[in-house]
């Protein structure tokens, strides 16, 4: 193995909606409402695909719950509150590059957030290449994504190992014949010997 490619959320970087959500100290019925009116909707998936603007991607959010107008604006305009950077991240990147691997990163992020959170994304500057969903318009766990990866960086699959937290996502790693991982943050502690 010559290569490893990364998710991101819940990978390098905590990925913490709920928390975020809760600092806004709404009602028990309002949290959940402008939970399932944002996070966990299916137009969060727009946002990541990255065919509308961060204006029309509020909107749609507004449309699920119109009477929450001014708590989604809220939660919206500060969400990059959900990124949470992770202790073990730079010392687990500089075990691989120590070992002389390639470094990429591919995953599912918004534009919006990416510009919002690229303070504490800066780990990435340092890697070989990689894509997030938004640039090429596709979100995993479709294969296009990962076939763009491979093609983008002549990544031979058999090299290289992928780790993200969500099982579908690996598995279509392991269909194109890359070694998928389904991380949990047990990992690199393991890796490091902590």
Aim: proline share 4%; with cysteine.
């Amino acid at each position: 193995m010559k290569t490893v490619i990364f998710d991101v959320g819940n990978v390098l970087v905590g990925y913490d909606w709920k928390s975020y959500l809760r600092t806004f100290n709404y009602s028990e019925e309002i949290y959940e409402r402008v939970a399932d009116a944002v996070f966990r909707n299916k137009d969060w998936e727009e946002g990541d695909i990255g065919r509308i603007s961060a204006e029309e991607w509020l909107n749609l959010f507004i449309e699920n719950a119109p009477d929450l107008k001014p708590q989604i604006c809220e939660v919206f305009a500060g969400f990059e509150g959900t990124i949470v950077p992770l202790s073990y991240t730079e010392e687990w990147l500089s075990y691989f590059r120590n070992l002389g691997y390639r470094l990429y990163y591919l995953s599912n992020y918004s534009r919006e957030l990416y510009e919002r959170s690229r303070d504490k994304l800066r780990f990435l500057d340092t890697f070989d290449g990689g894509i997030f969903s938004y640039q090429v318009r596709c979100i995993k766990p479709d294969e296009k994504i990962y076939r763009i990866l491979l093609e983008r960086y002549s990544i031979n699959p058999g090299d290289a190992t992928f780790y993200d937290d969500r099982p579908e996502n690996v598995e279509t790693a392991v269909k194109l014949g890359i070694n998928g991982i389904v991380f949990h943050q047990d990992i690199p502690l393991q890796m490091m010997g902590k």
